[in-house]
T-cell receptor, first 113, second 113 residues
Framework: AQSVTQPDIHITVSEGASLELRCNYS??????LFWYVQSPGQGLQLLLK??????LVQGIKGFEAEFKRSQSSFNLRKPSVHWSDAAEYFC???????????FGGGTRLMVKP | EAGVAQSPRYKIIEKRQSVAFWCNPI?????LYWYQQILGQGPKLLIQ????????DSQLPKDRFSAERLKGVDSTLKIQPAKLEDSAVYLC???????????FGEGSRLTVL
């Protein structure tokens, strides 16, 4: 069965600092991997996705993520965090873009001024 | 382009009562999903429709939950009777096709007292 682990429940960073959110997955075949962001009271918005090819993928809002097959990881990064990035971030794995997505438990990001 | 619409946004009921949530997907999207998001957890897929047919409902508690998408457009998710553990946000998502990117609504927050 597929699963996703986000080891950090909460992370606090200072505005302007760099950010890395961890994601580890378990999947029997080549995974489709996603990062979503959820602001309070809002639905989930897709930040980026990885299907194949270049293991470093760029997303919206200045985020990027790197797929490391050997480590079963898909960590999300941003070089300089803005106060508006405060939200909850979810990593997900699936057989394709839509079917059977399994989400991690989420990481809540807080940004200090 | 209008997004995924959900109503009501908030609902408070007593246990053993019934509740229904409505979702109108993005126009032209053939695939519709209902997810349950319990506080502090990632979303969990309840049911997936392709047009008006069910693709996957393996995680839907069928003794109390039901969902329909009669004309292949909007959908209703019903819980009867509700239990305390059903307190959650119910997210609807749609995609153009079964393997396409998911677009989420803002969710319907249910509190069962």
């Amino acid at each position: 069965a597929q699963s996703v682990t986000q080891p950090d429940i909460h992370i606090t960073v200072s505005e302007g600092a760099s950010l890395e959110l961890r994601c580890n997955y378990s999947y029997g075949a080549t995974p489709y991997l996603f990062w979503y962001v959820q602001s309070p009271g809002q639905g989930l918005q897709l930040l980026l996705k990885y299907f194949s090819g270049d293991t470093l993928v760029q997303g919206i809002k200045g985020f990027e993520a790197e797929f490391k097959r050997s480590q079963s990881s898909f960590n999300l990064r941003k070089p300089s965090v803005h106060w508006s990035d405060a939200a909850e971030y979810f990593c997900a794995v699936g057989a394709n873009a839509g079917n059977m997505l399994t989400f991690g438990g989420g990481t809540r990001l807080m940004v200090k001024p | 382009e209008a997004g995924v619409a959900q109503s009501p946004r908030y609902k408070i009921i007593e246990k053993r009562q019934s509740v229904a949530f409505w979702c109108n997907p993005i126009s032209g999207h053939a695939t519709l999903y209902w997810y349950q998001q319990i506080l502090g957890q990632g979303p969990k897929l309840l049911i997936q429709f392709q047009n008006n047919g069910v693709v996957d409902d393996s995680q839907l508690p069928k003794d109390r939950f039901s969902a329909e998408r009669l004309k292949g457009v909007d959908s209703t998710l019903k819980i009867q009777p509700a239990k305390l553990e059903d307190s959650a946000v119910y997210l609807c998502a749609s995609s153009l096709r079964s393997a396409g990117e998911l677009f989420f609504g803002e969710g319907s927050r249910l509190t069962v007292l």
